[in-house]
């Protein structure tokens, strides 16, 4: 069992930068591959960004790509989601989440244990 905690969201100008991390319970944590998604008003959850076990692999949806970076650090517990150029269009509830195969995926059915999600606002 994991369970998942996500901070750093906020109100943040156009241009901007945020800097998300998601707390992981349990001693698993390096095993897992993880996660970062986000629900806008009215869209279905998509898919921002993963990285395996090891951080030695990253994938990025195409709109996030070269301005968002995932990374993890298994000696804290912790995912980050660092975010810049942020634009109107970023705004969302972001959730981390966590699957129990250690390489990436995009798919929200391959995740076993999400978090409850962490507004982020961008205005103009």
């Known amino acids: 069992q994991v369970q998942l905690v996500e901070s750093g969201g906020g109100l943040v100008q156009a241009g901007g930068s945020l800097r998300l991390s998601c707390a992981a319970s349990g001693r698993t944590f390096s095993s897992y591959a993880m996660g970062w998604f986000r629900q806008a008003p009215i869209k279905e959850r998509e898919f921002v960004a993963s990285i395996s076990w090891n951080g030695g692999s990253t994938y990025y949806a195409v709109s996030v790509k070269g301005r968002f970076t995932i990374s993890r650090d298994n000696a804290k517990n912790t995912v980050y989601l660092q975010m810049n150029s942020l634009n109107p269009e970023d705004t969302a509830v972001y959730y981390c989440?966590?699957?129990?195969?250690?390489?990436?995926?995009?798919?929200?059915?391959?995740?076993?244990?999400w978090g409850q999600g962490t507004q982020v606002t961008v205005s103009l």
């Open positions: 989440a966590a699957q129990g195969r250690r390489y990436i995926a995009t798919s929200r059915g391959d995740y076993d244990y």
